[in-house]
């Protein structure tokens, strides 16, 4: 393909000398010979040129710099609009399209068709209006050299202004009209020649229709006045979990003059609103479709999508592209019965920085896409009104590492916190290019925001931290642990019930352990067995679910209750071959990456599942993008068995090695999705990454072996966070003994 590309490119532009001046045709004539390109319908009646599934050619095939305006339409009882136009049609493979569509979507397109897979989708906009059948359009189109600009209605600016690196590939011919497959009118068709530097000093200027500053700070206000905080009336006995998801206020670093955003005594009446979880910018997935013009313009999973993200955040109070950080506040109202609790706050997902505050006070601060920040809280709330505030950042203004946005832990300085100084100085190193550098799967365009829920979780001072269960097929291994967070020593007692998810009828229920001893302050892990069960085992087929439920008590009153849904089954490696519950099992599945498009949408991750069920397959892949507990959770509900891969597609591959600050973000972010989403029985085996491939393309031996040491380390620490599950290199890796010799495999796990 290179060496066809190449011989393309070394063509003459010119097979003959375009000579002739402008060509102009209002098709009056009814019997002007036309040349016709298609099976379709090509011909002219009533003053108008009419094609269908079909096109013409006009002018000369030599012609190459040249300015083209006409006008077309659908008619009246068309469905939808489709207007096809091209130039530069070389031959029937090589030529440019140019499509207006008005129909799901609203579009504007310019593409490259070429012979042998050279074509290209060059750009695609969306349009700010509805094109109607029965309506007159003009379009002007400028193709000089390898610039072009596609203009709309005598509009002064072009809706479409590119550079064609691989203009070579199309190089000259005819101006084509139609193509489409509804009927298309055209009129009005003048090709006039243009100087080859017609354009040399004309600056790219793209015709964008912008919300007036009037009707945006309408927009502020109204959204602001809607805004209304988290009021929590009372909480429950034992455990309560408050979801901070909605509306949140919303301040762009460019806005941020002086204040201090975090306390709450700093006047919020001007702030924005923004949707939690979700990302201020467009979603734009690498592998959901492709990039056009070379890669400078991302276009997403379809056209539909691509024009809805982009209208989601067009459509915000302010200018996302100008937002390389922002603030988040939430407001939140709590009881009195408060002051006896213990809080732990909540975020499943923050991208890529965040530094979090309560009433004023530094808590946490976090850097990574994936992972979950958890962080106590309690003894920075208080009865009544509460300010949660989180500075996110998502790229700096240079390479430098140096923020245009002020760095508001040095505003919050450490002499004000001593007891955080520490984790703000930890914060402070994380520079510009690390932000850059930091795992984002296969999320393009930089994502940022709060894209994950957020809750708090409020129970009493003895409570259960964490729950690892181990299935087995008539029964299963606990790991519970607990944590004293009162200033006394304190005896509970813990006791499992198990029951079916969908009748919640009760399968099980014993007092586990008694008289549990947990020092002030103190924190333990308990291990027990629980045997001779008989459940539904969880298969894709036939995908069971229990409610694991922990309990515990004090003299008999509740202290705390956790319910973990879960299933029994295992899956394992024996004989060369996967084995689920004990049996050979197969993988029929492939790689599926919806999640990244909608990781918030239930109805998308349920749906799509069904939809690889009826196609029979069973079994996917997170391909480089770890999904969240939504779509985890849907899995195990769908009997979809998942492989479940790291974030970081390519770590180290060929001769790169990243900074190590870098690797053991990764690393620890990575381990710490193993921890959160083990208990999940859909998940059937751990992925380290995609296609790291270093093993094979390190040309330096030494570097190739401390690579890896350095996954062989996590490898081991995965086996520590999860013993029952196995483990996958990478997503096509293969211990080449033959090739490298066993020595170089001594100590890698």
Same mark, same amino acid.
């Given at each position: ?88 049609? /070389? ?76 203009a070579g590939l199309a190089p000259q011919g005819y101006v084509t009209l139609g193509g489409g497959w509804i009927t298309t009118e055209f009129d009005n068709l003048v090709i006039e020649p243009i100087d080859e530097k017609a354009l040399n000093d004309v600056p790219v200027q793209i015709y964008k229709k912008n919300i007036p500053v009037r009707e945006k700070e309408s927009k502020r206000r109204v959204e602001r006045a809607s ?92 200018? /996302? ?254 004989n060369g071959l996967f084995y689920l519950n004990n049996q050979p099992y197969w993988l029929r599945g492939g790689n599926h990456t919806p999640f990244a498009l909608a990781p918030n949408d239930p109805v998308l991750a349920h749906r799509f599942y069904q939809v690889m069920k009826a196609g029979n397959i069973e079994i996917t892949r997170t391909h480089t993008t770890p999904y969240n507990k939504l779509w985890i959770n849907a ?115």
């Amino acid at each position: 393909m290179k060496q066809l590309i190449s011989i393309l490119l070394s063509l003459p532009l010119f097979g003959s000398v375009w000579v002739n001046a402008q060509v102009s045709e209002t098709f009056d004539n009814p019997s002007l010979p036309l040349l016709i390109k298609g099976r379709g319908d090509c011909k002219i009646e009533r003053g108008v040129f009419r094609s269908r599934s079909a096109y013409a050619c006009f002018g000369d095939p030599a012609q190459r710099n040249c300015r083209i305006t006409f006008s077309a339409r659908t008619p009246e009882d068309a469905g939808q609009v489709q207007i096809w136009a091209g130039f530069r049609a /070389y031959n029937r493979f090589d030529r440019y399209v140019v499509g207006m569509k008005g129909g799901l979507q609203d579009d504007l397109y310019l593409s490259r068709m070429g012979y042998m897979g050279t074509d290209e989708l060059l750009d695609i906009v969306p349009l700010d209006f509805h094109p109607v059948p029965g309506e007159w359009y003009s379009f002007k189109i400028e193709a000089c050299n390898h610039r072009i600009r596609v203009f709309l209605n005598d509009e002064p600016l072009p809706r479409m202004d590119v550079e064609d690196a691989n203009a070579g590939l199309a190089p000259q011919g005819y101006v084509t009209l139609g193509g489409g497959w509804i009927t298309t009118e055209f009129d009005n068709l003048v090709i006039e020649p243009i100087d080859e530097k017609a354009l040399n000093d004309v600056p790219v200027q793209i015709y964008k229709k912008n919300i007036p500053v009037r009707e945006k700070e309408s927009k502020r206000r109204v959204e602001r006045a809607s805004y209304q905080p988290v009021v929590v009336d009372r909480l429950n006995t034992c455990r309560t979990e408050i979801s901070l998801d909605g509306r949140w206020l919303f301040l762009p670093g460019y806005e941020v003059k002086g204040t201090r955003p975090e306390q709450p005594e700093t006047a919020d009446r001007d702030w924005h609103t923004m949707n939690v979880p979700d990302f201020w910018n467009p979603v734009r997935i690498w592998l959901h479709g492709e990039t056009m013009n070379q890669g400078k313009f991302p276009k997403g999973v379809s056209d539909t999508y691509y024009q809805q993200e982009t209208a989601r955040c067009e459509g915000y109070s302010f200018d /996302y592209r100008k937002t390389k950080a922002a603030w988040y506040r939430q407001w939140i109202e709590l009881p009195q019965s408060i002051q006896n609790k213990q809080v732990e706050l909540n975020f499943d997902a923050v991208s890529k920085k965040a530094d979090v505050y309560i009433n004023g006070v530094p808590v946490a601060s976090h850097a990574g896409m994936f992972g979950e920040i958890k962080t106590d809280v309690t003894n920075y709330l208080k009865p009544g009104s509460n300010l949660i505030a989180v500075y996110v950042i998502k790229e700096d203004a240079d390479s430098s590492g140096k923020s245009e946005e002020p760095d508001y832990y040095s505003i919050a300085r450490l002499d004000e916190h001593p007891e955080k100084a520490k984790e703000l100085e930890a914060s402070a190193n994380i520079t510009g290019k690390i932000l850059k550098d930091i795992a984002h799967g296969f999320y393009g365009g930089n994502p940022a925001g709060i894209w994950q829920p957020v809750k708090l979780i409020v129970t009493n001072a003895v409570k259960i931290e964490d729950v690892f269960i181990r299935p087995a097929l008539d029964g299963a291994s606990f790991d519970v642990t607990l944590r004293n967070y009162s200033g006394k020593t304190q005896k509970v007692n813990l006791a499992t019930e198990i029951t079916e998810a969908p009748t919640q009828h009760p399968f099980y229920s014993e007092h586990s352990l008694k008289n549990i001893e947990l020092k002030a302050g103190g924190e333990q892990t308990l291990t027990y067995t629980v045997r001779n069960l008989k459940p539904r085992l969880w298969t894709p087929q036939h995908p069971h679910l229990y409610d694991f439920t922990f309990k515990l008590t004090n003299k008999k009153n509740p202290e705390d209750q956790l319910t973990v849904r879960s299933g029994f089954r295992t899956f394992e490696v024996k004989n060369g071959l996967f084995y689920l519950n004990n049996q050979p099992y197969w993988l029929r599945g492939g790689n599926h990456t919806p999640f990244a498009l909608a990781p918030n949408d239930p109805v998308l991750a349920h749906r799509f599942y069904q939809v690889m069920k009826a196609g029979n397959i069973e079994i996917t892949r997170t391909h480089t993008t770890p999904y969240n507990k939504l779509w985890i959770n849907a899995a195990d509900e769908n009997g979809i068995g998942i492989s479940h891969e790291g974030t970081w597609p390519w770590l180290m591959i060929n001769a790169s090695m990243p900074d190590t600050a870098l690797i053991a973000l990764w690393a620890d972010e990575y381990l710490s999705l193993l921890k959160k989403y083990r208990n999940h029985p859909s998940i059937l085996f751990w992925t380290v990454n995609n296609e790291m491939k270093f093993y094979d393309n390190e040309p330096d031996p030494v570097k190739r072996k401390r690579k890896m040491a350095i996954i062989s380390d996590v490898v081991k620490r995965m086996r520590e966070i999860d013993p029952t599950r196995p483990l996958s290199f990478d997503s096509n890796y293969r211990r080449n003994e033959a090739k490298y010799g066993k020595a170089f495999y001594e100590g890698i796990d």
